[in-house]
């Protein structure tokens, strides 16, 4: 027997012992074994080394408790830009898996629906009006009515203006893009042309819902008190912006 | 109220593709125990293992949505475990020089015969851990493409087609890596005394 197939028929040991040799091939193998002394010592040490990890394989494992590796993953698992901490009606995965699609933002400064934005502006004055009235009067109702209003006029945001719920908001729609950073400050922003007593916006929390993004975030009054805004993308023709 | 332990893997991925973070949760606690154990033995430091384990999760997670749903989730995460396993040990231009160790030399006793001497004895035991610390350093003496080959069989139990599906190379040369890092095992146990016959 040459050098070649020699080892060719030591290599048949592994798939053998594997369950890994078709019944042709096995059958062969275990005729050169029975006949050959040197290539059954080899296959039965390779049993013994099977035996061996078999012990290795039993062996237990710390590992940190689940929870600790989880709320490491977790973290990792939210990239930079996007924002934290998650609002209460969004899911954290969803968030990061939307945020992969260009943002709201990017497309409203493409210029795609510069009539949507508009039309937004315009209903935001119209709306803050509203809500400012509300929130003077500190009638809760009437900020509850305000918002139905906004809600009537704007029939396909509801479904994601039903999604924050706590304290009543007066909502406004407002064509400025703000900043996506929940918690941040933002002085002097933009929205605070159309409330002319705002000096600063906070953004608090952010959803996300197919492709569409909306952003909740208060505006600070100069008497101390917080207008609630919410943004939300308005739908023109079945397509979400 | 979905049921996830009942939910295969393909399920709990497309459920978290779809943006289900329990789902996602659930394949994590299914799979983190094995993949773990996996790492560890590969790169044979808890610490790398862990970090290596972590970012395994997040490349699952990132390509949530390129998963192939008629494919073993399996298979394709011991890929992203193998290929992070090489990165670490070329980033970290790890080479294990293995110098013979004494203590583990075989004294003579008949260790871990099938039968013959009592399962739970200390004895055992102990011999059980002279063992594992011979098949650690044996394997800390093979190449990376040979010690996953051996890992992936061993501990793993995966098929010859597996095996080379994630490591990426024919059935041959995984018949080959296996037959190889086995006959270095077995010389090295031999070294220490520990006769084939005797394990």
């Known amino acids: 027997m040459d050098a070649t197939t020699k080892t060719t028929i030591e290599e048949s040991i592994s798939p053998w012992l594997d369950g890994e040799l078709s019944s042709g091939d096995r059958a062969a193998f275990e005729a050169a074994l029975s006949n050959d002394p040197a290539l059954s010592a080899m296959a039965e040490e390779f049993k013994a080394s099977t035996r061996a990890f078999a012990v290795y394989r039993s062996q237990k494992i710390e590992e940190p408790p689940f929870e600790e590796f989880w709320n490491e993953l977790s973290a990792k698992l939210v990239t930079p830009a996007v924002p934290q901490p998650v609002s209460d009606t969004g899911s954290l995965l969803k968030l990061i898996l939307d945020a992969r699609k260009p943002s709201l933002w990017e497309r409203l400064a493409s210029g795609v629906f510069p009539a949507l934005v508009g039309a937004a502006a315009a209903l935001a004055v119209v709306f803050f009006a509203t809500g400012r009235a509300s929130r003077h009067e500190a009638d809760s109702s009437v900020r509850k009515d305000a918002m139905q209003e906004t809600r009537a006029m704007t029939p396909p945001l509801n479904s994601l203006l039903v999604k924050h719920p706590g304290e009543p908001k007066t909502t406004v729609n407002v064509a400025t893009k703000p900043e996506i950073a929940p918690g941040k400050i933002i002085p002097n922003p933009d929205v605070a042309n159309i409330v002319a007593e705002a000096d600063s916006c906070i953004i608090e929390s952010m959803n996300a819902e197919d492709d569409a993004i909306t952003t909740v975030f208060k505006i600070a009054d100069t008497d101390g008190s917080m207008i609630t805004v919410i943004w939300v993308p308005i739908e023109d023709e079945g397509t979400s912006i | ?199």
Request: charged share 30%; hydrophobic share 40%.
């Open chain 2, 1 to 199: 109220m979905k049921d996830y332990h009942s939910m295969k893997d393909a399920e709990l991925i497309g459920a978290a593709a779809e943006g289900d973070e329990t789902a996602f949760q659930h394949l994590v606690k299914r799979h983190r125990s094995w993949a773990f154990g996996f790492v560890l033995k590969t790169v044979r430091d808890p610490e790398a293992a862990g970090d290596i384990l972590q970012e395994a999760f997040v490349r699952v997670f990132k390509n949530l949505a390129k998963f192939r749903m008629e494919s073993s989730f399996n298979t394709w995460f011991h890929r992203i475990l193998y290929n992070l396993c090489i990165d670490y040990w070329r980033r970290s231009g790890r080479r294990i020089h293995m110098e013979y160790d004494d203590s583990l030399a075989f004294d003579g006793k008949g260790v871990g015969t099938a039968g013959g001497y009592d399962a739970t004895s200390p004895e055992r035991n102990n011999r059980r851990k002279e063992v594992v610390g011979i098949l650690e350093q044996a394997l800390d003496s093979l190449s990376l493409e040979h010690r996953t080959a051996i890992l992936l069989r061993e501990v793993e139990g995966l098929s010859y087609e597996e095996i080379a599906d994630i490591i990426d190379c024919p059935k041959g040369t995984v018949m080959s890596r296996l037959h190889h890092a086995r006959k270095k095992i077995v010389s090295f146990m031999k070294r220490y005394g520990y006769v084939s016959s005797e394990i």
